[in-house]
């Protein structure tokens, strides 16, 4: 298979040069291939946020290499990195980052204009895909977690990106919800979406075809489906 993301000797220190330094990372090496379903586990403070991080090209404060479709992202130009960033990867994050001022269709219309995209038929299509066309018009504070979350997926997968990197996706969200939401990222997945999931939930990392476990910044131990 392709590799969408490769890690090569990935290293990361907080406060490299005090006396307070941390390692948080050490030796991370892992291929992403295009259409993977892969989620990170391990206990608080093993690193996987910050892994996180570095793979969707929000930190790069680190030592080793990170390919991006066989491109050291270090030699890479701002502007590229930054288009990267914005069509490339969608995030999904535990917290949903919604706007309260904006309402849904907005908070969603937000990722597009950023891209320059005017094509707002996109916004119904993926808002009924993901049962959320009925609340367009409606505010973050008027509607439930669950919603919530369908959203933050809606802004994430408008752009069509190449990769989808979740932050504890279903934290937050009752049972039901959670079960909703892990359909939705089993369905997008086999319609061909690259996904990499950082949760502490056995019940999504059932949805994964490979589970990687973290342990004091390192990766020691690995399980594939099937």
């Known amino acids: 298979m392709e590799p969408l993301i490769t890690l090569n000797k990935v290293n990361k220190t907080y406060n ?10 050490h030796d991370i090496s892992l291929e992403i ?9 391990g206990s608080s403070g093993s690193g996987k946020t910050t892994l996180l991080n570095i793979i969707s090209l929000i ?19 701002l502007k ?16 949903y980052n919604l706007l309260d001022n904006l309402t849904i269709k907005e908070n969603i219309e937000f990722v597009l204009k950023l891209n ?38 809606a802004r994430a997968l408008i752009t069509h990106p ?22 939705i990222f089993d369905q997008i997945h086999q319609s061909g979406q690259t996904i990499l999931m950082v949760t502490h939930s056995s019940k999504a990392a059932s949805y994964a075809s490979r589970v990687l476990f973290i342990k004091d910044g390192q990766i020691f131990h690995q399980l594939y489906k099937g």
């Open 80 to 95: 590229t990195v930054n288009k990267i960033k914005s069509k490339d990867i969608g995030f999904v994050f535990q917290t």
């Open 33 to 41: 291939n295009k259409n993977d379903f892969v989620c990170i586990m």
């Open 162 to 183: 190449k990769i989808i990197l979740a932050d504890e996706p279903t934290g937050a969200l009752d049972s039901k919800s959670t079960d909703q939401l892990l359909s």
């Open 16 to 25: 490299k040069y005090s006396k307070l330094k941390k390692h948080v990372l």
């Open 116 to 153: 320059n995209d005017k094509d707002k038929n996109k916004i119904m299509n993926i808002s009924k895909k993901l049962g959320i066309d009925t609340i367009l018009e409606k505010y973050p504070y008027e509607i439930s977690g669950g919603q919530k979350q369908r959203v933050a997926v």
């Open 59 to 77: 930190d790069d404060d680190y030592d080793g290499k990170l390919f991006y479709e066989g491109n050291d992202v270090k030699t890479i130009n």
